[in-house]
């Protein structure tokens, strides 16, 4: 319910810098699946710097801009590459938060479980030739053959605190 969440703000989360009451207010922020969709990471960054307090930790989740899931999930979504719009090696992405005011912590890679293909992919939108029984067979294969163990990750998830200034 809604009273659960009473400090969540359902707003576009580029212009809560423009808030001041959200003046280092939250101890963590968490953006998860985030970053590879936003053009405007300068107002990401302002958001990020002014709503997180001091030594606050940001948690972030990215995929593997030159791996298999993201190369394949921009092929399946030719119409917009899934809402894509970025893509990071892990060590480009750590180089862009520290050169945003942030301090490295920590990341470790993220295996991929595909429910994304196997439950939410949008046929109608894409308007592919593909069936949804075909869709589950493939999801069924990349679970089985594309795992940690032989070699295969999905992203990172990152941990970084704010720098104090």
């Given at each position: 319910?809604d009273n659960d969440f009473k400090n969540f703000y359902k707003?576009?989360?580029?212009?809560?810098?423009?808030?001041?009451?959200?003046?280092?207010?939250?101890?963590?922020?968490?953006?998860?699946?985030?970053?590879?969709?936003?053009?405007?990471?300068?107002?990401?960054?302002?958001?990020?710097?002014?709503?997180?307090?001091?030594?606050?930790?940001?948690?972030?989740?990215?995929?593997?801009?030159?791996?298999?899931?993201?190369?394949?999930?921009?092929?399946?979504?030719?119409?917009?590459?899934?809402?894509?719009?970025?893509?990071?090696?892990?060590?480009?992405?750590?180089?862009?938060?520290?050169?945003?005011?942030?301090?490295?912590?920590?990341?470790?890679?993220?295996?991929?479980?595909?429910?994304?293909?196997?439950?939410?992919?949008?046929?109608?939108?894409?308007?592919?030739?593909?069936?949804?029984?075909?869709?589950?067979?493939?999801?069924?294969?990349?679970?089985?053959?594309?795992?940690?163990?032989?070699?295969?990750?999905?992203?990172?998830?990152?941990?970084?605190?704010?720098?104090v200034v």
């Amino acid at each position: 319910a809604d009273n659960d969440f009473k400090n969540f703000y359902k707003e576009d989360i580029l212009k809560l810098h423009e808030k001041p009451e959200l003046k280092d207010k939250y101890d963590v922020v968490i953006l998860n699946h985030v970053f590879e969709h936003i053009n405007d990471l300068e107002s990401l960054f302002k958001t990020i710097n002014h709503i997180l307090k001091p030594n606050g930790y940001l948690y972030c989740s990215i995929p593997n801009g030159n791996g298999f899931t993201d190369i394949f999930y921009r092929l399946i979504h030719r119409y917009d590459n899934g809402g894509h719009v970025n893509k990071w090696s892990s060590d480009d992405f750590i180089d862009m938060l520290t050169n945003n005011n942030f301090r490295y912590v920590k990341y470790d890679v993220w295996a991929d479980d595909f429910i994304w293909l196997d439950t939410c992919y949008d046929l109608k939108y894409n308007q592919c030739s593909i069936t949804k029984d075909e869709i589950k067979y493939l999801a069924e294969v990349f679970r089985k053959e594309l795992t940690p163990n032989k070699g295969y990750y999905y992203g990172w998830e990152f941990v970084f605190t704010k720098k104090v200034v």
